[in-house]
């Protein structure tokens, strides 16, 4: 595993958590301490947050880079004489269509280490809708077990997980769907996992990982199911947040920034 920085690099981040915690200001993320995988959460919509990715994939100069947001099929058309090319390569990834934010806002992360292969994890919609009403496991397959997802959550995490659905959703969906709604979470969580173990496997990493806060978060997001395929690799996960979390989140390191301007996600909801 090649250093990431030069020594002394870590000046700043030493400054940032010298009282135990782990928030840090923006710029320790040009001085991360150095790891195998390196999962950079997000807010989707959030402009800094992918301005802060971008940042940080500078510094690493990671061999590999997975987007929660691209499926395999669409990273492999992540080639070299479009990768500098915002539009075109928005059109080639079909991105508009995606549902995701702006592309304008993640392009420079994939400029930011323009060596660093593409690796994407997202699952078809109907693979993640089958997860609802048929469970995780039986739709990831034969890995299933590997991966974690033929064993049930614990009680209190199943219940915790459940009630974060519901409010996601802001409170207007089934209470019986909301243990299907964890399923396609954890299908989703397995799969990144899962294409940041290959990435590892053929580059040798270190590996960074686009995903939103709940996918990188270190107590039950993808890092989880990573460690059960990958147990020596050295995982940092990294938070950003809109305003200061009321207690220390699950996460190595975390980031507050400026909210993103949007209209009231619940409001259609509200006007029905």
């Known amino acids: 595993m090649r250093q990431l920085f030069l020594p002394g690099a870590l000046t700043a981040l030493a400054i940032a958590t010298a009282a135990g915690a782990g928030e840090i200001p923006p710029e320790a993320l040009v001085s991360l301490p150095s790891a195998d995988v390196v999962i950079l959460g997000e807010t989707h919509d959030n402009p800094w947050h992918h301005a802060n990715q971008a940042v940080a994939v500078a510094a690493i100069q990671p061999a590999a880079l997975v987007f929660e947001m691209l499926t395999s099929e669409q990273a492999a058309r992540v080639v070299p004489d479009l990768r500098g090319d915002a539009a075109a390569l928005g059109a080639a990834l079909g991105w508009a269509e995606s549902g995701w934010p702006d592309f304008a806002m993640y392009h420079p992360i994939f400029t930011a280490a323009p060596e660093a292969a593409i690796y994407g994890a997202a699952l078809p919609r109907d693979e993640v809708r089958r997860a609802v009403g048929e469970g995780a496991a039986p739709v990831f397959g034969d890995e299933a077990s590997a991966y974690g997802l033929a ?4 009680a209190d995490e199943q219940a915790i997980r459940e009630a974060g659905q519901m409010e996601a959703h802001c409170n207007a969906m089934p209470a019986e769907m909301m243990g299907g709604m964890v399923e396609a979470q954890r299908l989703r969580d397995a799969a990144l996992a899962r294409a940041t173990q290959q990435a590892l496997s053929e580059t040798g990493g270190p590996v960074a ?8 978060r270190s107590d039950w997001g993808m890092g989880r199911a990573l460690a059960r395929v990958a147990p020596e690799a050295h995982v940092i996960a990294i938070g950003q947040f809109e305003s200061p979390p009321a207690e220390a989140p699950p996460f190595d390191l975390w980031l507050v920034t400026p909210p993103a301007e949007r209209p009231d996600p619940c409001a259609v909801f509200r006007s029905e």
């Open 151 to 154: 064993e049930p959550l614990p």
């Open 209 to 216: 990982i686009i995903t939103g806060n709940g996918h990188a």
